[in-house]
């Protein structure tokens, strides 16, 4: 692989990034590996009591650059849990905080239409395409894709949850919930980063009811199409005791019958859609979640520059001699020695809130950079995936509303042929 595009270098300009542009051109590990899940095995803990058996995922990796140095071997397979995808998915969040996250998919059932479970075929099959597609997100993401932790994760088999245990990401992670528990009332919020707030609750919002309206007319549909079993079934029966009109009959209600199958379908592919839907059901909590990672810092800046006018207000005191606890406690003490010993230390602390100041100021200025680019890129791949996803989506009723017109379009010329 050229130097140009050696993943080394590719992190080290990653500060750099100021476009989208600029960040969809940097090289990614999808563009010299393979990346998939092939299987899902049920295994158990020891014992036979249903709530010891788990799911794990067989993650296949091939390299597809013949002088790519970066993973261990040419081609690799390891079988993962689902909690394991989530530990890798919270180091990234934490290490990250910059970045929205490509999110996992659902843990539990959301937005069913019908009663399933974790342990249903149809739902671990979902979940294996899911999982994939979050291998793949963070495998296409420059800044995400060549970390040390991601890349053990596709090929370390033992003692990987030890090491990324040990990085000590559960302690950011808990250090971050407190911080992010506590209200955050900013002075001066960033206008930017309360319009993409806003908008990642509206987003939830609106995808969260589009889930749960088209589980309830699914459920319906479906009911409704079964009931059509009921025509097949009576004009069946009633062929049987017509002569002349016995085959129109029949004929039609084969065509019933193809209406209560066609539902199971369309049901599917639904589910696969309302699948796309889901993940940016998930990604507009992370991208809300960007936005309280900056507030956060926003909100260490204010308090840097808090402490410093509390410590200048105190120095003006003590500069008059206001601050004589010295004095009272000792009295035989000079005035002008406590104040100037008071001022000095008090000089050095205020040097120390200015610094202080400097880091918390660089640090949210290069986070809001950051942030900028991830955004954007975000929006951008947002309205491509969700535009394809409604199109599909729109695009299977209309198929199956013309398949069914087709079914009642033969049943009518069955029963008008009939003598």
């Known amino acids: 692989m050229s130097a140009e595009s050696s993943p080394i270098k590719s992190s080290r300009s990653l500060n750099k990034l100021e476009t989208v542009e600029d960040f969809e051109s940097q ?21 036979l009591h249903v709530r010891d058996h788990y799911t794990v ?36 969040q934490v290490t990250y905080p910059h970045v929205v996250i490509p999110p996992l998919p659902e843990k539990r059932v959301l937005y069913a239409w019908r009663k399933s479970d974790t342990t249903d075929p149809e739902f671990i099959e979902r979940r294996r395409a899911g999982l994939e597609n979050f291998l793949l997100r963070v495998a296409s993401h420059p800044r995400l894709c060549f970390d040390d932790q991601f890349i053990n994760f596709l090929q370390q088999e033992h003692g990987w949850r030890e090491t990324i245990t040990d990085s000590g ?9 407190k911080s992010l528990s506590v209200s955050i009332r900013l002075k001066k919020p960033d206008p930017e980063i309360e319009g993409v707030k806003n908008y990642g609750r509206q987003l939830e919002t609106n995808l969260g009811n589009f889930l749960y309206t088209r589980s309830k007319i699914i459920e319906k549909n479906y009911a409704l ?4 079993a009921n025509y097949g079934k009576l004009f069946s029966e009633w062929s049987v005791i017509e002569k002349d009109m016995g085959d129109g009959l029949q004929k039609a209600g084969h065509y019933f019958d193809s209406i209560a199958d066609s539902i199971e379908s369309v049901a599917e592919d639904e589910e696969q859609l309302a699948d796309q839907l889901k993940e940016y059901l998930f990604y507009a909590a992370a991208l809300q979640q960007l936005c309280a990672n900056h507030e956060a810092l926003q909100r260490a800046l204010e308090n840097a520059h808090d402490a410093l006018n509390n410590r200048l207000a105190e120095r003006t005191r003590a500069a008059a001699g206001k601050a004589g606890l010295m004095s009272r406690l000792f009295g035989g003490t000079d005035p002008d020695i406590v104040r100037d010993q008071s001022t000095r230390a008090l000089d050095a602390k205020i040097r120390a809130d200015r610094d202080a100041i400097t880091r918390a100021a660089s640090d949210l200025e290069d986070f809001t950079k950051k942030a900028a680019v991830e955004i954007e890129h975000f929006q951008k ?17 209309v198929k199956a509303a013309k398949k069914n017109l087709q079914a009642w379009t033969q049943i009518k010329e069955c029963l008008q042929n009939m003598p």
Request: with cysteine.
């Open 381 to 397: 791949q947002k309205d491509k995936d969700l535009h394809e996803s409604l199109v599909g989506f729109i695009t299977l009723q």
């Open 169 to 177: 990401y559960l302690l950011q992670a808990e250090n971050k919930l």
């Open 225 to 228: 199409c079964k009931l059509h």
């Open 27 to 47: 090289d990614t590990l999808l563009k010299h590996v393979d990346i998939t899940i092939v299987e899902s095995e049920k295994r158990a803990n020891g014992t």
């Open 57 to 92: 995922y067989l993650i296949d990796l091939k390299v597809t650059d013949p002088d790519y140095k970066l993973v261990q071997s040419k081609i690799s397979t390891i079988w993962r849990r689902y909690t394991e995808f989530e530990q890798i998915h919270d180091f990234l």
